[in-house]
């Protein structure tokens, strides 16, 4: 089966604690995203990461970091969670200069 | 203010109605897309229609492009229930753009 796939599903954890969340295509793709979803659903974009760049969207908090070891995965870990981290992270990818995104099913994320 | 929107906010219909969710975007774009996102999953790309496009297909859904006003469309023809989801247009806002920039989304209710 071809898909992005992210694990965890869930994810519960305490404010200060440090979280990573992965993420694996089987596309083919060369480039793979971070979105978060709040919970009013807004998607906003964290990371685009190519096998010759890294994007990272200025807004994003530097406890936020992704992590590649190769062009079908790209994690995210979050250092010390805070409580407006909780959200749904969803991991996307795509092919260059193609606009077909696949995403996966999100890892729901809550601090408490 | 959001660099897409979708309206209205959400919309009820009974099986077998038509429905259209409206969009509009404030960048150039090269594209335009539409998704639909599930309770529990990832967005699904439904259709893309390039920046030259008027009018795409894809079985009981049409999407709609008119660069001029920069407002698109997604009408659904004979809803099922199943069509309940989370409707987001995304833009594309230049070739080689690293980005989608999602809309807020529009929550259709398709009830027996």
């Not at chain 1, 965890?8 to 979280?19: K, S």
């Not at chain 1, 906003?44 to 969207?57: E, G, T």
Request: proline share 4%; net charge neutral.
């Amino acid at each position: 089966e071809t898909a992005v796939f992210q694990t965890p599903n869930y994810h519960v954890t305490q404010v200060g604690n440090e979280v990573s969340f992965n993420c694996k295509q089987t596309l083919g793709h060369d480039t793979m995203y971070w979105y978060k979803q709040d919970s009013k659903k807004l998607l906003k974009i964290m990371f685009s990461y190519n096998n010759k760049q890294l994007i990272v969207n200025e807004t994003v908090p530097r406890r936020f970091s992704p992590q590649s070891s190769d062009k079908a995965h790209l994690n995210l870990r979050i250092k010390s969670v805070e409580p407006e981290d909780s959200a749904v992270y969803l991991c996307a990818s795509s092919s260059s200069g193609d606009s077909d995104y696949t995403f996966g099913s999100g890892t729901r994320l809550l601090v408490i | 203010s959001q660099l897409a929107e979708e309206n209205p906010w959400a919309l009820s219909v009974h099986e077998g109605e038509s429905v259209t969710v409206n969009c509009s975007y404030k960048t150039s774009i090269t594209a335009l897309q539409w998704y639909r996102q599930k309770s529990g999953e990832g967005p699904a790309q439904l259709i893309l229609i390039r920046s030259n496009e008027r009018e795409k297909r894809n079985g009981r859904l049409r999407a709609t492009l008119d660069t001029s006003s920069q407002s698109s469309s997604l009408s659904i023809t004979a809803t099922r229930c199943e069509d309940t989801a989370v409707y987001f247009c995304a833009t594309d806002p230049s070739s080689g753009s690293w980005q989608l920039i999602f809309g807020s989304g529009t929550q259709l209710t398709v009830m027996p």
